[in-house]
């Protein structure tokens, strides 16, 4: 396992592990309220400790990293790289606060990679929706490119919902190894073989 140095924790986007474990729990209350709850299947494909990268393979909900969150091992924390526009007004504060940190999806957002890198670096877990945008269907090459950059294997997780029922599916990790597109064809190959099981 790699040494986590100290200037890799002060340099990566800070997590306050009270706003998080409140706003998860919090984030319980909406599927509450519909009736609705989770099944998790795969979590023993997530290492206990060690960087990581969770990619979603599909992206419809808002509700969604708040589902991976809630499904993940105890002691797992992840930061979501999100779209800047969810940081604006209070609800801004509070994702920023459970450790989640702004992409600007309109240009090369250099300082967002950065902040990837650096949880990573950490040996933190960094949440990403591959295909970009919710409803996207086209897998971009971020998620293998920060998992190479980073030295981080990739843990591919589908979400589907079917009438009260939230099914998250964990894959096994994927090596952070090769060209940028052949990792991002593996990932897809992973989500393919996960909606398969749906």
């Not at 989770?38 to 589902?67: C, K, Q, W, Y």
């Not at 450790?99 to 990573?120: H, K, M, W």
């Amino acid at each position: 396992m790699t040494q986590v140095t100290p200037e890799a924790v002060a340099a990566a986007p800070r997590l306050n592990p009270l706003m998080y474990e409140l706003v998860v729990a919090g984030t319980r209350l909406p599927l509450v309220v519909r009736g609705q709850h989770i099944v998790a299947h795969g979590r023993e494909h997530i290492p206990r400790a060690g960087r990581l990268v969770i990619a979603g393979g599909n992206h419809t909900s808002n509700m969604d990293p708040f589902i991976i969150a809630q499904t993940l091992p105890r002691g797992r924390r992840i930061q979501f790289m999100a779209k800047k526009e969810l940081f604006r007004g209070p609800i801004g504060w509070l994702i920023q606060g459970g450790g989640s940190f702004p992409v600007d999806r309109s240009r090369n957002d250099l300082g967002a990679v950065r902040n990837a890198l650096r949880i990573l670096q950490a040996e933190g877990t960094l949440g990403i929706f591959p295909e970009g945008t919710r409803g996207g269907h086209e897998l971009q090459g971020g998620a293998a490119l920060l998992a190479l950059k980073g030295k981080a294997p990739i843990v591919p997780v589908t979400l589907n919902l079917s009438g009260k029922t939230w099914t998250a599916r964990f894959g096994a990790p994927i090596p952070p190894s090769g060209s940028v597109r052949e990792l991002t064809e593996r990932l897809g190959a992973a989500f393919e073989q996960l909606n398969a099981m749906n």
